[in-house]
């Protein structure tokens, strides 16, 4: 027999859903500044300032977006200090938050974790620093194997990140997390796409509920629209959950992830703006800011 009191409840709660549903495909686009917490400038955008996409035309599709500030890290390092040290970069507004790549070339790619020269490359980039200042962290790096973050120059780099405050950007599995943090628990972990296996949502929430400093940058996110271009209901409750924990991300990997840049940035813009304007001012910029130590835009 139905429990016909608890019915009017319900039907007060669906309508609940279906209310706030539709406020997030009405809301109008997040219009505040954007940090692009995982941006490439590799050798084949530049290529010698002979490439196709020189400093002018990346710096004007940032200045265009609102994007005020990005994590640099490329293959080589050399696209990162072009940026970092261009004036143009600052004429454009534009803040540039240097890591260390631990690739020289793509056959790095695959051996990063157990090559002892990486590891020479990486003091050698700390000691030298940008234009724009001294690396604020690591990575992106690869793990194609879980197992590889056991290798010892990959124990050696989370320790070093460890000991000096620098953030580490891992593309891994969610077995990997675990793997890196057991390395050096007090480290500023960022999850590359979050999980771009595509890691179950409740997955994701129990890695974030067991280390308090993972973050995670949302690029490539498997499962995390829907078809109106808003949060899918799970990664909506997960985002409302951990506002401080999430960041945003180009990841201009291929020349072509340049050529669609106005999109990527528009789909951040709508479903950001589908959210709490206070935890979308949070995902879009402060969570970057406050782990870099960024003034307000």
């Given at each position: 027999m139905p429990n016909w009191p608890l019915a009017p409840v319900r039907y007060a709660q669906a309508a609940i859903i279906c209310i706030a549903s539709l406020a997030s495909a009405w809301a109008a686009d997040y219009?505040?500044?954007?940090?692009?917490?995982h941006l490439h400038y590799n050798e084949e955008a530049w290529n010698g300032q002979t490439g196709p996409h020189p400093l002018p035309d990346v710096l004007a599709r940032m200045q265009r977006n609102g994007v005020r500030a990005?994590?640099?890290?490329?293959?080589?390092?050399?696209g990162t200090k072009a940026l970092a040290d261009a004036p143009?970069?600052?004429?454009?507004?534009?803040?540039?938050?240097?890591?260390?790549r631990l690739y020289r070339n793509r056959a790095d790619y695959d051996n990063w974790f157990r090559d002892e020269t990486i590891y020479t490359l990486v003091q050698t980039e700390l000691a030298r620093g940008t234009g724009a200042g001294p690396y604020k962290g690591l990575g992106e790096f690869h793990l194609y194997d879980s197992a590889n973050a056991?290798?010892?120059?990959?124990r050696k780099l989370m320790q070093l990140a460890e000991k000096q405050q620098l953030a580490v950007l891992a593309h891994v599995d969610?077995?990997?997390?675990?793997?890196l943090m057991a390395h050096a628990p007090k480290a500023r972990l960022i999850w590359a796409h979050t999980g771009i296996g595509g890691?179950?949502?409740?997955?994701?929430?129990a890695l974030m509920a067991r280390y308090p400093l993972l973050m995670g940058e949302l690029s490539y996110r498997p499962g995390l629209t829907c078809d109106d271009g808003q949060l899918c209901p799970e990664w909506r409750a997960l985002v409302t959950k951990y506002p401080d924990r999430f960041l945003i991300g180009s990841d201009t990997w291929v020349n072509q992830r340049w050529l669609y840049y106005d999109e990527l940035m528009r789909g951040y813009r709508r479903w950001l703006g589908g959210l709490p304007p206070d935890v979308a001012r949070k995902v879009?910029?402060?969570n970057g800011?406050?782990?870099?130590?960024?003034?307000?835009?």
């Open positions: 219009t505040g500044p954007l940090l692009d917490a990005i994590v640099a890290n490329s293959r080589p390092n050399d143009q970069t600052r004429a454009a507004g534009v803040t540039v938050v240097p890591f260390v056991n290798g010892p120059v990959a969610d077995v990997a997390i675990d793997l890691a179950p949502a409740a997955r994701v929430d879009a910029w402060d800011a406050r782990l870099f130590g960024l003034p307000a835009p």
